[in-house]
């Protein structure tokens, strides 16, 4: 009776009143599609603030272009940066259900004080007034500017733990033990990034069109309300979903492995003492279990490690000083490939980086263009809407032509690689910057030749030349970010799922904060050689971008050889058939 009961039940899995997940009641198509349909909402609450949210704060909040810009990728990086908070707490304590409900919840708060400061007109610094022709602005301060980035950095804490939360929700509602199992679970990625991209279109288009003519206090108000409604959306899957079971702290794992192999390493004085015995236990004694991408399984040796990252293995040493640091194969085995997955993760940084343009100065750039298209005059911030309308079209034509016919020619499960989706998007990201020098150039000389340097008035070229460095950032974003996340979580070990995947925004977190600390170095080394430093002052055509563009560009070319190195060593923890 028991066995009859186990064949009918997910192991490891509950549902949402914490009772055994059913097979054939919970998990599947359908418990999925209400993440994506969440997703969309989310993105577009998310999405639809900080993609102009520069423009606020220098025109209504009186930043200067520079700070906007610092302020801007240090919320967004705030925001994916604790996802590895949500990741780990799901994980370890809750389930990414729980996690979900909990930080929806945070950011309708965050949300709800950014509207009140953006409808009431004490809540904001007073008016520029001119003074000789020449406009005289005080910058947000005091109480008022606490109470900004207080909304801010409420509304980062939500979004960290949403991202950290719905998308390994969503890929745990597949049985990655049969092969049609993995291929959806790979179709699911690329669909959360279509769906992402469907928030994000109506973000830059409608919400962003609000925000402009109708009032910043209407675009806050849609972004909270829209949050609010992703969460009885989300509870309306509740009885289709399976929960996975934390399993406790994976980085308590991570630190005892490390603790345990320095200390023996340090406490031997005779190599040949090192690794004499390998301590096994009952939790490792199988020879493989079913995990991973691909139905070949994973292969966890009972009685001696790998042979590879042998640092590692003398962690495993019978009899230790400490008990507390006693270590498994099992648990060595899944440090070694966080340890792996480590330097795939950092050569993502600098694509993200250029991403963190589309924000801040590329923004900037359109706003001192002409932004007409025909009649309609088109917000700044509505850029993005190129790439997205790209990845709305590519998508669904790369999960049902290029990957079908991938998989036919190398016969392969996964068809493209991950690796290779994520190098794509590397080389993609470098053309952009490329391109955005170019464009800047450009733009910059017609600013010269029209005698609009030192003028507020629009320059005469159209906005459409920065939608070209847009284009082709999207493409980059469409190939890494499903790429990294599929990534990320199939290799991963199985007690560290939601916190692998939870490095894709990581690494836009760093990309954000690596761009704010580029713009201070460039800064710092371009005053002393220079009287005025390359991207400082309130007049966009004052700065050098374009040479900042320049530096990104080779940046991302050594970033590119990096990721190389490591990329051509890396053995996928399973394959496909």
């Known amino acids: ?55 606020y704060l220098s025109k209504f909040m ?13 919320f967004m990086g705030t925001a994916f940066l604790l996802a ?83 998308a390994p929700h969503g890929a745990e509602q ?38 402009d003519n109708k009032g910043w206090q209407w675009g806050f108000g849609i972004s909270t309300a829209t949050i609010l409604l992703s969460i009885p959306i989300f509870l ?66 009972s009685q001696k490690p790998t042979e590879d990252i ?31 997955i480590f330097p795939i993760f950092m050569s993502t940084i600098m694509l993200n980086c250029c991403l963190a343009q589309l924000s801040t100065f590329s923004v900037q750039q359109a706003a001192t263009m002409n932004t007409k298209l025909g009649s309609l005059k088109v917000p700044p911030a509505s850029l993005p809407v190129f790439p997205v309308i790209f990845i709305l079209i590519l998508a669904p034509v790369y999960n049902h032509v290029i990957i079908p016919f991938a998989r036919k020619v190398t016969k392969s499960e996964m068809g493209i690689t991950h690796l290779q989706r994520i190098g794509t998007g ?41 939608a070209l460095q847009y284009l082709f950032l999207g493409s980059a974003d469409l190939f890494t970010l499903a790429g990294m996340m599929e990534f990320f979580f199939t290799d991963a070990p199985l007690s560290m799922r939601s916190l692998a995947t939870s490095l ?10 690596f761009s704010t600390v580029l713009v201070s170095i460039v800064n710092n080394i371009t005053s002393t050689y220079r009287h005025t430093p390359w991207l400082f002052g309130s007049n966009l055509n004052h700065y050098h971008l374009e040479r900042f563009y320049w530096l990104m560009c080779i940046l991302g070319g050594l970033n590119f050889l990096h990721f190389l190195f490591w990329a051509a060593r890396y053995k996928y923890r399973s394959t496909g058939p």
């Open 84 to 166: 590895l908070l949500g990741g780990f707490l799901a994980d370890a304590f809750f389930t990414t259900y729980r996690i979900y409900v909990i930080s929806a919840a945070i950011e309708f708060m965050g949300l709800l004080l950014l509207t009140v400061q953006a409808h009431t007109r004490s809540l904001k610094p007073p008016t520029c007034v001119l003074e000789d022709g020449i406009a005289s602005c005080r910058e947000d301060e005091g109480g008022k500017a606490v109470m900004l980035f207080a909304g801010l950095y409420i509304v980062a804490l939500g979004v960290g733990g949403i991202k950290g939360s719905l």
């Open 426 to 466: 590397l080389i993609l990201s470098i053309v952009a910057m490329a391109v955005a020098a170019l464009v800047e150039i450009k733009r910059k000389r017609v600013a010269v030749n029209s005698g609009l340097v030192n003028s507020s008035e629009p320059l005469p070229i159209t906005f459409l030349w920065v």
């Open 236 to 301: 309306l899957g509740s009885p289709f979903y399976r929960n996975k079971i934390p399993t406790g702290s994976p980085l308590t794992t991570i630190f005892k492995v490390l603790t345990a192999a320095i200390f023996n390493t340090c406490k031997s004085k005779n190599s040949s003492n090192a690794v004499t015995e390998v301590h096994s236990s009952p939790t490792c004694s199988n020879e493989s279990r079913d995990e991973g991408n691909s139905n070949v399984k994973e292969k966890v040796p």
């Open 174 to 211: 597949y049985d990655e033990t049969t092969q049609l199992g993995r291929k959806q679970r790979s179709a699911f990625f690329n669909y959360y990034v279509f769906c992402l991209s469907c928030g994000a279109l109506i973000a830059v288009t409608f919400v962003v069109w609000i925000e």
């Open 504 to 513: 894709s925004w990581a690494s836009l977190a760093m990309g954000y904060y």
């Open 62 to 74: 009186h930043f200067s272009p520079s700070s906007s810009a610092n302020i801007v990728t240090n």
């Open 1 to 55: 009776m028991d066995g009859i009961c186990q064949l009918n039940t997910w192991e490891g899995y509950v549902d949402w009143r914490n009772k055994p997940a059913l097979r054939g009641r919970h998990g599947g198509m359908l418990a999925a599609c209400f993440v994506l349909a969440v997703e969309v909402l989310e993105n577009l609450a998310y999405l639809a603030n900080a993609s102009n949210l520069v423009l």
């Open 310 to 340: 042998k640092f590692l293995n003398r962690a495993l040493r019978n009899n230790p000083a400490y008990p507390i640091v006693q270590c498994t194969v099992k648990e060595v085995e899944e440090v070694k490939i966080v340890v792996k």
